[in-house]
């Protein structure tokens, strides 16, 4: 009887395993999602408004949530104060030290990265082609994940209840 119970405990518990796999794939996800979001406003921002950039990081961070409305409002003080660095070098340092705890992919990362390279130049209508580069780019990785994500979360699920039936046979 322990037995069948230890068994039905470790399938239980491996089969949780791929379950969890699956909603860390969703969370990416929703996380891709913001940040396609949060450049949107972004975009619209910048192109409506036509404020000075750390103005336009002030107010669209009223309407997002943490940690993105920490990033941003640090970025409308240290831009609005020029702290004797470059507009790239305050974008880089706050998405590490603000964003880092989303731990994105490096790839995504990156690229968030760069397009800090193309804002903070006073030229709406190039930022705006950037911003409008990044969005493209950034659904395009969305759209990879969209499609690969129902494959994975049932790979995931299959392999969580096999290693739990595997585990079980080899230990009875």
Known sequence: MQRIIGGILVIAATSGIGFLYSKELQIYLEKMLYIR????LLKGEL???VAP????????????????????LAMQKQVENREADEFFTIWMRTIDQYLGE???KPSHLIQLKELGCYLGQNHTAVESRNLQLYIERIELEIEKMREGIETKRRIGSCLGVMAGIFLVVILL
């Open 47 to 49: 192109e409506y408004c």
């Open 53 to 72: 950039i750390g103005e336009v990081f002030g107010k669209i961070a009223q309407r997002v949530k943490q940690p993105y409305k920490n990033w941003l």
């Open 37 to 40: 979001h949060l450049i949107y």
């Open 102 to 104: 989303l731990s994105l």
